[in-house]
């Protein structure tokens, strides 16, 4: 780890990933986990080399979309597992893209897997696992303050920015960007900036040619090769091995 940082006292555990405070105001460190689970908990297991893989793959990304004008985050690669980022106070919403049917909108619409939308869908859910993280609309999070017109409007903005960056540079990889969840934060000066990861995890990727999932659809559905569909991701994003 670099010795610019020093970490303190960890603040967060989630299902993925742990935040520690660091020795520097306003900066934190993730460090993502090789747990995985799904269902809101309701399955649950180890996927050696996730966490480097999830990193990884975010860190390129946020790289990325920085260089393309979109504020996140990402401050600097520490280790293997470990990012400082930005302190922020989240936005407690989940920000899901959708540019072809799957997942819970397949089931809740009734479409096939695979159905091109016409135009690119977004959807919000209220950030609450005892709640199961709902659906909501722009009038709920009005109405309950999560977020103002304008966050809104920016979250929304940022969000199809960033779904023409991704799967330009996805398409590349041989890559297809099926869906997405981003989460987005609130900087002390109002800012708003994207937050979370970016990985197979929080991603639908399909390849392109052969149409094979490539995320964490593999653990959800037990189509097994989880680990190494991760790792192709990354091989192909990152050019390694
Ligand atoms: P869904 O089809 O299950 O609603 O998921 C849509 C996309 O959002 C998919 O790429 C997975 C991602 N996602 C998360 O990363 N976390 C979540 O809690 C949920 C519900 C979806």
């Not at 977020?147 to 590349?172: C, M, P, R, V």
């Not at 987005?184 to 094979?212: H, Q, Y």
């Not at 653990?219 to 680990?227: I, N, Q, Y």
Request: charged share 30%; proline share 2%; hydrophobic share 40%.
């Amino acid at each position: 780890m670099s010795g610019k940082y020093n970490k303190l006292e960890q603040i967060y555990e989630g299902k993925a990933k742990k935040v520690f405070r660091t020795n520097i105001n306003g900066i934190y460190i993730v460090e993502y986990k090789d747990a995985i689970t799904a269902g809101n908990g309701a399955k649950a297991g180890v996927i050696t080399g996730k966490g480097i893989v999830n990193n990884r793959i975010t860190n390129r990304l946020m790289r990325l979309l920085e260089e393309q004008g979109v504020p996140t985050h990402f401050i600097e690669e520490l280790s293997d597992t470990e990012t400082a980022v930005r302190q922020l106070e989240i936005v407690p919403l989940e920000v899901i893209v959708r540019n072809i049917a799957a997942g819970s909108l397949a089931a809740r619409l009734g479409l096939a897997e695979g159905t091109k939308l016409r135009s690119t869908v977004l959807e919000y859910c209220y950030k609450n696992d005892a709640l199961g993280d709902p659906m909501v609309n722009e009038y709920h999070i009005a109405a309950m303050g999560w977020a103002s017109e304008i966050e809104l409007k920016t979250i929304a903005d940022y969000s199809f920015k960033i779904n023409k960056i991704l799967g330009k540079h996805l398409q590349s990889a041989g890559i297809e960007l099926i869906d997405f969840k981003l989460e987005f934060g609130r900087m002390n000066d109002g800012a708003i900036i994207l937050a979370d990861e970016i990985s197979p995890d929080t991603c639908r990727f399909w390849d392109t040619k052969t149409g094979e999932k490539l995320d964490k659809d593999r653990f959800r559905r037990d189509l097994g090769g989880v680990e190494d569909a991760y790792r192709e991701v990354m091989n192909r994003l990152l050019g390694q091995d």
